[in-house]
Structure formats: structure tokens, C-alpha cells
């Protein structure tokens, strides 16, 4: 039960559903550690874009000084062209400097983004490659795709613009402050008392559009999703004439999130609006008194002149904070997202100290009074104090109605998820005390559907075999009778087979997943429905290579047709996720039970002749 409940918290987590607890954290910047830490990786890099940033808040802030001197000692002189232009000089070697500065902070900053933005898709999707089947059912493939593409962009753009943007700012106003208290220490504290006015409304508002910012990624994401689903099932919409429905339902989930970023954008906006008018208003009333002062000779022009120029630049770095501010908590928001991702641990993985399985593989499957239940259907078992022992080259069907268990016996076996009761072993050996991958390496699977993946038909023939040759390649494809077609293609090996190999009919695809477990050349083979999508010619044909491919092999059959299971050592009959009958076809018919009903279903034959 404890399973089930962490379950439910890590998918409240995921969808961004509310939790009072956690709201204090939502509201920081504390998750972008997370890109603090990937940006730590390289010093280097660190050091030079801070170094540039430092060159160009100095320059920046070097320009008023720039303009006091011309004023105090150029005009001041009487206006010497010598003395005016040498200050000009000065002025344009701080602009010069300026510029080089700034190219530099772009290119270093920009390089940190983007390899920053790199490096976490890659560890995200590492960790994804490393969940089991289960966590998919609780978390969207499509949802996880929407966010490791608009989340990933959010935080390019913290860490390529709007972190360098914060520190320059921050730069400026620190040091535009401790120059204005140099020119105008009375002026200058003034100016001071205006800060908390201006803190307390970027922390109030700050808070809010965190989380209208967080609301409006989650639509975005569920957008994508929406899109992706729907477009990959173009067919199935287009034969059911739902073109206006989906249409429709797209402009709602648009039409959200127009509306939450109405909030998101009022909100800014009269944050904005609130601290400009703090800042600008202080710096103006400032202004005032310090013309005064001048008038009274009390400073210097030079000295206003640079005052306000700076004063602007510090109101100016306050006033970009306020917008800098809600660009960090849309960051914020994006990493912890993705964070959930990077950090979730996998319920099947290998223990600390995994056992070897034996060498050379045997290839025997013992299932031990096996309970399970999927973790998304807690209240119903897929497989009841399940008991089976397959010998080492035996060939088992597992035939049954729809929902009887027998793909759930598969992925058992593959140790996609741990039975809850009762032990799974593979020569001898419990799964749960051995690594997932090397069990995995000892079987060849072909599922109901050929998955195919977007490559050509080389890679996705050798996704058995990595390292398998054109040749091993050629004499799979030519036992499972995919080599004709495949010579056929436009450019035979290299030819592009489509997005999920739909260049490929759905025989076609099912004989190239038949070659890929060829190549494997497991000691066990899995064959879920294998010829399925075959015409009886190929079917014949296929037969023949699977029936050469299952010699000296343990094989698990599972089949709806059992015109395909007659030959097998042993056929298993399940039915509610139990065992109810097993033995050869010619004894289950003999049985009368639910095989020679389903028998007589399938072949057509009279009750009479279902029984010989």
C-alpha cells in the first residue's frame, strides 16, 4: 500500500497538482540549483562570463564618470578643444571597451545556455531510458516529450540571457549605488529609502506569478501532448470524420492557456508598472533637489550631470530586476519540473550486490505462486498464485481469453515490474536478485505490433544486434522472408522506413521485428502474437523460420490463433490469471474445456468433431 501512496505523491508532483505543504518552495528560486550545479561543470567557462559581465557593468558605470569630466575639466576650462577632445577620448575608449566586453558576456553566457540545456535533456532522458513500464503508466510519454522540449527552452533562456541579465544588473546597482554616494551622499540616501518600497512589491507579486507561470507551463505541456496524440492518430480521426472535435478541443486547450497568460501578463504588467513608478518617481524628486543644489552652487554640474545619468542606470537595473524576476520564477518552475524527471528512481533496478545467472544459460523459467497487480489497478490481479516451470528448450503456448494474464507473464519474466507475491526464476535464480539487463540480454522479444523506430532499416534490423554484419543482417531478413522487400527499397539498407516504420505495411513491419529477434540469438525467445499481421503465405513461411529459429531454445508462445500452437511441446490455458488447463492440442481437445470450446470457435467445427 505504502507503494501504491508514493506512487499517487510522485504523479501529484509531476502534474503540478496543488500542495500546501510544498507551496513555500514553490515560491523561491530554489530549484534552479539544479542549473547551478550543471553550470558549476565548467569553471572555465564561469569564470570568463563573469569576468566579460564584470568589463561591461564597469564600463557602463564608467560613462557617467566620462561625462562629469568632460563637463567639470573640459567645458570647465573654457572650452580648449585639447582638453574637450581628450576627454571625448576617454569616452569613446569606455565605449570601445563596452563593446568587446558585451560580445564576449554573449558568446560565453550563450555557450553556458546552451550546453547547460544540453546536458540536463541528456541526464533526463538517461533516467527515463532507466524507469520501468510502470512509471509510464502514471506519467504521459507525451506530457514528458512536451516538457523536455518548452521546459528545456524556459531554461535556455535563464541561463543564456536572463541569469546574465540579473548580474548585471544586481552589477549595476550595487556599484551605480556606491558611486552616487560618492557624488551625493544626502541625495544618495534618500534615494536608499526607496528600496524596501520597491522590495515589497516584487516579493508580493513575485509570488503570484510563480505560480500562474508554473499553471501556465503545465497547459503548454498539455497542449503538446494533445497535439502529438492527435497527430500521430491522423487515420483514426480522419475515418471517424472527428476533424471539427479535435479542432474544437484544441481551441479550448489553447483558449487556457490564453486565459492563464492574461493572468500571467496582467500581473507583469502591474508589477512593472507599480516599481517604475517607485523608482522613477523617487529618482525625479531626487533630481529636483539635486537642481537645486546646483543652482545654489552647492555641486558642481559635472557632478548632477553624472548623478543623473548613474541614478538613471540604477533605476534602470532595479526596474529590469522587477522583469528579470519573473523570467527566474518561470525558470524556477521549468527546472523543478524537469527535476522531478532527473530525480526519480526506477522500483526495478538491480539490487547492490546483483547474482550472476548461470554460464551457459540453460534457459529454464520457473513462476512460484505469483500474484500481481499492475500498479494502476491495484483492486484487480493480472495473475493469481500463478505456478508454471518451463524446461530448458520446451516450447509453452499460452493461449486464453483477452485479459486472461498471458502478457503479464511476459513481462514478469522480462522483469519489467516484481510480483507482489511469489518468486519469478530464470535458471534457477530469483530476477529480483539479478540485474534487469543481463536477463534481458537472454531473450528475444517480438511483440503483437512490429515496433519500428524512425530509422532506416538497417538500424532498426540490428537494434537485436548492434554489432551484427550486413550479412548476418541479410540471412535474418531472409529467414524471416523480409529479404525481398527490403532489397526492393530505394536504397535497401539505408532506406529511411518513416516515423514508427510507416513506409512499411504492417506485415512488412512485423517481419523486420522477427529478423531483429533473429539477430538477438537468445536462448529464450518471447513471441507474442508474432505472425498475426502476416498473410497465410508468409505466415507459412515465417512459421518455418521460428520453427528453426525455436530449436534448442526455450520458447513462451502467446496466441489468439491456435492453428499456430499445435506443434508446441505444451500449451497453457489461461483464464482470469490462473493456470485452468495445460498438455499437447490433441489432449486439451480430448479435455472438453475451455480449449476445445475456443477450438470449436475458431476452427468451425461441430461440437462432435471438436473432441477428436
Known sequence: MADIETTAEERRLFEGEPDEGAEPKRRSLGPLKMIYREAAKYPDKVALAFLALLITAGATLAIPA????????????????????????????????????????????????????????????????????????????????????????????????????????????????????????????GMALVIPAVVIPITVFGRRLRNVSRTSQDRVADVGAMVTEVLSAMKVVQSFGQEKREESRFGEAV???????????????????????????????????????????????????????????????????????????????????????????????????????????????????????????PETAALKDFTLEVEPGETVAIVGPSGAGKSTIFQLVERFYDPQVGTVRLDGIPLTGVDPREIRERMAFVPQDGVLFSADARDNLRYGNWDASDEQIWDAARAANAEEFLRELPEGLDTFLGEDGTRLSGGQQQRVAIARALLRDAPILLLDEATSALDAESERLVQDALDHLMRDRTTLVIAHRLATVRAADRIVVMESGQIVEQGTHAQLKAAGGLYARLAQLQFDVPPSEAAE
Not at 149 to 176: C, F, H, P, W
Not at 294 to 312: C, E, L, P, R, W
Not at 313 to 327: I, P, R
Open 66 to 189: 566620462g561625462f562629469k569630466l568632460i563637463i567639470d575639466r573640459g567645458f570647465g576650462t573654457g572650452g580648449d578643444p585639447a582638453d574637450v577632445g581628450r576627454w571625448f577620448q576617454y569616452l569613446l575608449m569606455i565605449v570601445g571597451v563596452l563593446s568587446v566586453g558585451t560580445a564576449l558576456r554573449f558568446y560565453f553566457v550563450s555557450w553556458l545556455g546552451e550546453r547547460v540545456v544540453a546536458d540536463i535533456r541528456v541526464k533526463v532522458h538517461q533516467n527515463l531510458l532507466r524507469q520501468e513500464p510502470g512509471f509510464y503508466e502514471e506519467n504521459s510519454p507525451k506530457e514528458i516529450s512536451s516538457r523536455m522540449t518548452s521546459d528545456t527552452a524556459i531554461i535556455e533562456q535563464v541561463v543564456g540571457t536572463t541569469v546574465s541579465v540579473a548580474l548585471r544588473n544586481v552589477l549595476m546597482a550595487i556599484g551605480g549605488t556606491v558611486y552616487l554616494f560618492y557624488l551625493a551622499p544626502s541625495l544618495t540616501a
Open 255 to 377: 483558449e487556457q492557456i490564453f486565459t492563464v497568460a492574461k493572468r500571467r501578463i496582467l500581473l507583469r504588467a502591474a508589477m512593472t508598472s507599480v516599481i517604475i513608478l517607485l523608482i522613477f518617481g523617487s529618482i525625479t524628486l531626487l533630481m529636483w533637489r539635486g537642481a537645486v543644489g546646483v543652482s545654489q552652487g552647492d555641486i558642481s554640474g559635472g557632478t548632477i550631470a553624472a548623478f543623473v545619468i548613474t541614478g538613471g542606470l540604477v533605476a534602470g537595473a532595479f526596474g529590469a530586476l522587477t522583469e528579470v524576476y519573473g523570467d527566474l520564477l518561470r525558470g524556477a518552475g521549468a527546472a523543478s519540473r524537469l527535476n522531478e524527471l532527473l530525480v526519480s528512481q526506477p522500483l526495478i533496478a538491480a539490487p547492490e550486490r546483483p547474482q550472476a545467472l548461470p554460464r551457459p544459460a540453460r534457459g529454464n523459467l520457473s513462476f512460484r505462486n505469483v500474484t500481481f497487480r499492475y500498479p494502476t489497478r
